[in-house]
């Protein structure tokens, strides 16, 4: 398994600022992901961030927006820039073992940073 | 694209069996997922199943998928209330990695 931490935890945000939430993995993994839980809805992947390569991107989402960064293995900083009260929701990282130390394919995920914009 | 659908909310009362349903839509889906969310909480892998495997059973749990009909089931014995929770059902495809998630059905659980 694998034991992710993501900082902050939550944060209340004025319009127009940026937060960068911060991702920890105690292992060293190839593939990390974001995603985003809106209230009351479901996970929409944000990107993929694979170490040592630029962040892939899902529709409707873009760089400028959310500029991620992927230094090492084990870490991960997800930026929300410009902020709106539409960016008001959960956001989380998480990680695929497969092919890691084991051939499991669990997907594990971080605790997710709430983030409220105002 | 991808769909995962769910049905929305379901009712058992304590020490039934719960059983929520999933569909999908991709065929090249590798890997099947169930995740519990608590509220204010974030997401726990119960479970998963590898596409060619019809029945996977941990303890009160037990996965089913029908690959023919892209249907797949967790069933919960012996509901107990802190099973209360939104459930979600991700499939993984072949190349991507990434999961694609169903609404979500919130379970409650009725003593």
């Known amino acids: 398994s694998a034991v992710i931490s993501q900082k902050p935890s939550r944060d209340i945000c004025q319009r127009g600022t940026s937060l960068t939430i911060q991702c920890q993995v105690d292992s060293q993994v190839t593939m990390m992901f974001w995603y985003r839980q809106q209230p009351g809805q479901s996970l929409t992947l944000i990107a993929t961030?694979?170490?040592?390569?630029?962040?892939?991107?899902e529709s409707g989402f873009v760089i400028d927006k959310f500029p991620i960064s992927r230094p090492n293995l084990t870490f991960s900083t997800l930026t929300v820039s410009n902020m709106s009260p539409e960016d008001s929701s959960i956001y989380l990282c998480s990680v695929d073992l497969a092919g890691e130390t084991s051939s499991y394919n669990e997907q594990f995920f971080g605790p997710g940073t709430r983030l409220t914009v105002l | 694209g991808e769909d995962v659908e769910q049905s929305l909310f379901l009712s058992v009362r304590e020490g039934d069996s719960s059983v929520i349903n999933c569909t999908y839509t991709d065929s090249s889906s590798t890997y099947l997922y169930w995740y519990k969310q608590e509220p204010g909480a974030g997401l726990q892998l119960l479970t998963y199943i590898f596409s060619n495997m019809d029945m996977k059973q941990d303890q009160r749990l037990t996965v089913l998928l029908n690959k023919k009909d892209k249907h797949l089931s967790l069933r919960i014995a012996d509901t107990q209330t802190g099973d209360s929770a939104i459930y979600f059902c991700a499939e993984k495809d072949t190349g991507r990695r990434a999961l694609t998630f169903g609404s979500g059905t919130r379970l409650q659980v009725q003593p």
């Open positions: 961030a694979n170490q040592g390569s630029e962040a892939t991107y």
